[in-house]
């Protein structure tokens, strides 16, 4: 029998030491090779979502997962399961229980998920062509080559895809409006772009999957009449940059891509378009702008992309996710695909589960989960069992969501609704620690500096937004600040011309909406009731809580606190900086906030 | 001498307005900013004016036209990592080693740069130094990393 050991080599991963690792058990194997009855394969692969497990290692096919694996523990897995067969206990994973589980399915964290566009990440080697047909890839793409124009279009209707990069779109009727044009030339993108400055689900499918991109291009390709197209990937993903270039040369090399696509007689080619990472230029516009060479501002729309848009060439432009979705849709058919989700967002969605959760990572699941599904059984709940205060999804043109809406579907119509907007999948958990002023200041401040200035009220109304919640947050805030930013927020909504600044007050509005108290705390009782911002916080420890552990005392920067050991510590409010070590490293909540100092 | 890697890299591409920015880019890489006369070479060879690269480099983010440190720290300021304490690290730079955001040491060592996630929130706080990720950062762990970087530069 043949063994694979399936060597996480993600991001997270890699800054764990998993290459290493993986080189390690590939010199290890064929020295041991002698005492092996089993041929055994070193694979490496893309992230597996559970970074902060990480490194992870996988074999199959017993199907036992390894977590946080050192250089150290590579022989003693080779012995005792490579070898002996059996799993070595103390890496597996520990459920809610604590009892150990073996496999991947049994772990809680991926239990619940269904995977459609991170399927093949964390089997298959992104650099092998091979390992990408053998999950059944490219069957999509040689399936539309035998479909018409008009018959790939209604094929994707009736899945009832829609775009995955935020807004929504139904990704046929885009298809079709570039369809329609006559035109010599036309082109088709790939966002990969990902601007949400705290998600990662793009790269991770650039990075992990490559050909599942191209083939869903390709395929976007063949719909809208197109031979050429561009991957627009930010320079910074250095990985998913090199992975999609290598990718493209070997698809080439098989004939998937190139001259003669499958011996079909029709020609794709597809280049690479490295962003010089303005959040800006994930809009589709400003994404054309930057491709053609120019500084990557919105243009006004109309003309639509899909009419005139690359170098004045109808242009579709489709995010990552979408794209690696099409390849199923063709080769199982747009019914199945429709199958899951909800009335009006089909299949599943992949989110970047992050904050204080205790499991963090990068999730996929059917629409129309509920939040509370999402945070608390796959996320396991907030860390420290803390209480739960909001969860912001969509990123910065996104919102804050209270606990009273987590049993809401998280689908594009359902949160939109309220406000907030499921985005592109950054899902932000936020505990009673976090401060919703602070993270409505903080995506302002994204935003003001990430906005293209075109425009005087997305220019003029971030930066007065953002001196306004930057005097509150430190202490200066007036009364009228909050109906002042509501009306700059609601004059943003109509004036803006792109979307970034139309949706940029999100943050602001929600957090008025569903934590108004909080503003007020800040402005009149000159607190900040999570203890976040400095100047509104003063930190003292409770003497009948304090077990006189140290620490408190060990974590504090500036050494403002002292006791000695077992016996209540204290601290020196005239060193004290507010930072709030000390309270995230006592073990027995003793220590306590307060508002301003003196007040 | 300089004028030879960058006529190198500019030449890596064809003479078209539409690979402007990947040129920058590679230089960026190389010098850890684009120095004038890679500005001037290039405008020279796609046939633009200046000042127009100059927008360009000003206003994509990753570039620089301001050399930087020996070591550049990048502080992950996403979204995840903000709030799970970046901004006190932030300030903890600015206590070992006197710098801001974008600022360089004056003895040339170390430039601090805040970005945007860095794609392993799961282990936020997350910071980079060269090409080392430090994951579930504190201000604790701070002063021994920063150091080891120091000796190395003595
Ligand atoms: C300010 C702004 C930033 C955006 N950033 C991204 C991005 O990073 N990735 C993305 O796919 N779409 C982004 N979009 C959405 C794109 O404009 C576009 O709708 C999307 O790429 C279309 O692909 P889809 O239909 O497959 O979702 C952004 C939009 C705006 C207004
Ligand atoms: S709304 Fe803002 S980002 Fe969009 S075009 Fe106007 S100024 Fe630029
Ligand atoms: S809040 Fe920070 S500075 Fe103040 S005592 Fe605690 S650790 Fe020290
Ligand atoms: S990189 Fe390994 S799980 Fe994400
Ligand atoms: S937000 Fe810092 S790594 Fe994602």
Known sequence: MTRTVLVCCGTGCLANGSKAIADKFEALIAEKKADARTECFVKRTGCNGFCENGPLVKIMPDDIIYY?????????????TLIGGKPVERLLYKDDKGRPVTK?????????????????????????????????????????????????????????????????????????????????????????????PGAFMDRSVLEGDPHTVLEGLAIAALAVGAEEGFLYIRDEYALAVKNVTAAIKDAEAHGF?????????????????????AFVCGEETALIASVEGKVGEPKPRPPFPAIKGAFGAPTTINNVETLANLPV???????????????????????????????????????????????????????????????????????????NMLDLPVDFDTLKAKGAMMGSGGMIVMDDRSCMVEVARYYIEFLAEESCGKCTPCREGLRQMLGILTD?????????????????????????????????????????????????????????????????????????????????????PVGAVSGEVKKPHKIDPAKCIACGSCREACRFGAIATEGRKGK | MADKILKEIIDRYPRERRYALAVMQDMQRHYSYIPREGLELLAGHVGCKVAELYSMATFYKALSLKPRGKHIIKLCNGTAC??????????????????????????????????????????????VVDETYYGKMTLEKLPSILGEYRKEAK
């Open chain 1, 472 to 556: 509150i947050c430190e202490g200066r805030g007036k009364k009228g600040d909050i109906e002042l930013l509501e009306s700059i927020g609601e004059m943003m909504q109509d004036a803006c011309l792109c979307a970034l600044g139309k949706t940029a007050a999100n943050p602001v509005l929600t957090t008025i909406k569903y934590f108004r108290d909080e503003y007020e705390a800040h402005i009149s009782g000159h607190r900040c009731p999570a203890g976040v911002c400095t100047a509104l916080t003063s930190f003292k420890v409770e003497a009948d809580k304090c077990k006189g552990c140290t620490m408190c005392a060990k974590a504090c």
């Open chain 1, 257 to 277: 891509l190139g001259d003669n696509v499958m011996g079909s007689g029709r020609k794709i080619k597809f280049s690479v378009v490295r962003g010089g990472g």
């Open chain 1, 68 to 80: 946080k694996v050192k250089l150290s523990d590579v022989e003693e897995i080779i012995d005792t």
């Open chain 1, 104 to 196: 991947q399915e049994e772990n809680p964290f991926y239990a619940p998920q269904l995977k459609t566009a991170l399927r093949n990440i964390g089997f298959i080697d992104p650099l092998k062509v091979e390992d990408y047909l053998a999950a059944g890839g490219y069957e999509g793409l040689k399936k539309a080559l035998t479909m018409t124009q008009d018959e790939i279009i209604e094929e994707v209707k009736q899945s009832g895809l829609r775009g995955r990069g935020g807004a929504g779109f139904p990704t046929w009727r885009k298809w079709q409006t570039a369809r329609e044009q006559n035109a010599e030339v036309k082109y088709v993108g790939c966002n990969g772009d990902e601007g949400d």
């Open chain 2, 82 to 127: 903000h709030i799970r304490g970046s901004v006190n690290l932030i300030n903890g730079i600015n206590r070992e080693l006197g710098i801001a955001p974008g600022e360089t040491t004056e003895d040339g060592e170390f430039t601090l740069e805040l970005v945007n996630c860095l794609g392993s929130c799961a282990l936020a706080p997350v910071m």
């Open chain 1, 329 to 403: 849709i063709l080769r199982d058919g747009g019914k199945k695909f429709a199958s899951v989700g909800t009335e009006g967002s089909k299949g599943t969605k992949v989110f970047a589960l992050v904050g204080k959760v205790k499991r963090t990572g990068l999730v996929e699941i059917p629409m129309g989960v509920t939040l509370r599904h999402l945070i608390y059984d796959i996320g396991g709940g907030i860390q420290g069992d803390r209480p739960f205060k909001a969860v912001q999804t969509g990123g910065p043109s996104g919102g804050c969501i209270p606990e």
